[in-house]
């Protein structure tokens, strides 16, 4: 019997190891970044406080930075697994975001890659702060 409680327990442990390190696709991690910062976005409209977006676009980072006006406060977005954020075309890596205008300047679009450009996935934020995913880069 204790042999089998011990299996037991050494499986679901096995199981949960592999599920913290599997690995997230970029659509998931799109998927999650846009989320996220709808949420931020959200929280923006309903306090009135304006941010600044910081995604550098000097080669892949895990993270993307929001840094809140009118106070220090910063909030942080790190990716899971192996997926790196780039900012794709603009060279600007910050954007500033108006709950006032409802708008950011300037838009912006994430790509999200973990290094098999089969699997790239972007996270596109207009004008108006609008969040969507889609497996190809916007056409300019």
């Not at 970044?33 to 895990?62: E, H, Y």
């Amino acid at each position: 019997m204790a042999l089998v409680l011990a299996g037991t327990l050494t499986g679901a442990i096995g199981v949960g190891v592999a599920l913290l390190r599997r690995e997230e696709s970029p659509e998931t991690e799109a998927r999650r970044l846009a989320r996220w910062l709808t949420n931020v976005i959200t929280t923006a409209n309903r306090t009135g406080r304006a941010f600044t977006l910081s995604c550098p676009g000097n080669g892949p980072q895990r993270t993307i930075t929001i840094d809140w006006a009118r106070d220090a406060e910063q909030k942080t977005y790190t990716s899971r697994g192996d997926c790196r954020f780039i900012r794709y075309q603009n060279s600007n890596p910050r954007s500033v975001y108006s709950p006032q205008w409802n708008t950011f300047s300037p838009a912006f679009t994430i790509k999200v890659t973990n290094g098999r450009v089969r699997e790239d996935h972007y996270v596109v934020v207009s004008l108006y702060g609008r969040v969507r995913t889609n497996k190809l880069p916007p056409v300019n």
